[in-house]
């Protein structure tokens, strides 16, 4: 029997999230996979208390615990959210950020509401820096929760109530099936739930869920996320090579796609959509 274990760092409320997730992944790999799957979650409040197992876990880290106190200097609060980053990705899980809703229910304290949302606003960026900085995966909650709404949710940056829980731990499941689980899972098993994942999306009258295609993850591995918008479809292989020239992608962007399209056997169909698109390029050029 295989066993996935997700270390959770995070808030009470959050805590809901996580282990919906992980009881969410355990059933979509029970139904992909011809084994059966159990998946277990571990409250942890201090990086030091992470064990010899964390290697093979799945580290769910929240950016919550740094709102208590929206006034505290970001001088401070940056650098002691870095190292946190810093000392959980050296004890070797696979570590995923949380980003945080960005909505604040209006209290009798206007500037305490002010600066909570600077505050989420300024951590949810920090999260996409130390994504590139140290490899670590991003789980953006907070964009498929503003997709939907507040009032829908009914819910604020807290995340509470079971609509919330629930299209919050679909997102961060996405995100640990699509970026998490090198190394515990076979990718071709990841790609089927991730899949899965995708057509159990909670619905909400009224709310279409759009994929963004102007969007790549340019990675060194499979989980680690850097993302750059491009000019159209993400499959061109010429838009690769004006993101090498133009310094937004690196080169070994190039290689990874073209050992994915000789693992998918496509890679014949690759270097046609390379030919054409530089044939046109280079028409359009002379025109």
């Given at each position: 029997m295989n066993s996935l274990l997700f270390i959770?760092?995070?808030t009470s409320s959050e805590h809901l999230i996580v282990q919906e997730t992980a009881t969410r992944l355990?059933?979509?790999?029970?139904?992909?996979?011809?084994?059966?799957?159990?998946?277990?979650?571990?409250?942890i409040s201090k990086v030091?208390?992470?064990?010899?197992?964390?290697?093979?876990?799945?580290?769910?880290?929240?950016?919550?615990?740094?709102l208590a106190d929206p006034s505290a200097p970001w001088d401070e609060v940056?650098?002691?959210?870095?190292?946190?980053?810093?000392l959980v990705s050296a004890k070797g899980p696979n570590v995923v950020l949380l980003t945080t809703f960005r909505h604040v229910t209006p209290g009798s304290d206007h500037d305490f509401d002010r600066d909570l949302l600077?505050?989420?606003?300024?951590?949810?960026?920090?999260?996409?820096?130390?994504s590139?900085?140290?490899?670590?995966?991003?789980?953006?909650?907070?964009?498929?929760?503003?997709?939907v709404g507040a009032q829908r949710l009914a819910t604020d940056f807290r995340l509470g109530g079971k609509v919330a829980i629930g299209l919050a731990a679909w997102s961060l499941a996405r995100c640990v099936a699509a970026n998490a689980l090198?190394?515990?899972v076979d990718f071709n098993l990841q790609d089927r739930i991730v899949a899965a994942n995708d057509a159990a999306r909670p619905r909400f009258d009224g709310v279409a869920h759009v994929q963004v295609t102007g969007v790549t993850r340019f990675s060194h591995g499979r989980r680690t996320q850097k993302v750059a918008?491009?000019?159209g479809p993400v499959v061109r292989g010429i838009q690769l090579f004006a993101g090498v020239s133009k310094g937004q992608v690196r080169w070994g962007e190039i290689q990874i796609r073209l050992a994915r399209a000789v693992r998918d056997r496509k890679l014949l169909h690759y270097f046609r959509l390379l030919a054409r698109e530089l044939a046109n390029t280079t028409f359009a050029r002379r025109r």
């Open positions: 959770a760092d995070v355990r059933d979509l790999l029970s139904e992909a996979d011809a084994a059966a799957w159990t998946s277990d979650v571990r409250s030091e208390d992470i064990s010899a197992q964390a290697a093979g876990a799945v580290y769910i880290l929240s950016l919550s615990d740094w940056a650098p002691a959210v870095r190292e946190r980053v810093k600077v505050r989420i606003r300024r951590l949810n960026l920090l999260a996409a820096k130390l590139n900085e140290f490899g670590v995966s991003v789980a953006d909650l907070d964009r498929d929760c503003a997709d090198d190394g515990l918008f491009t000019p």
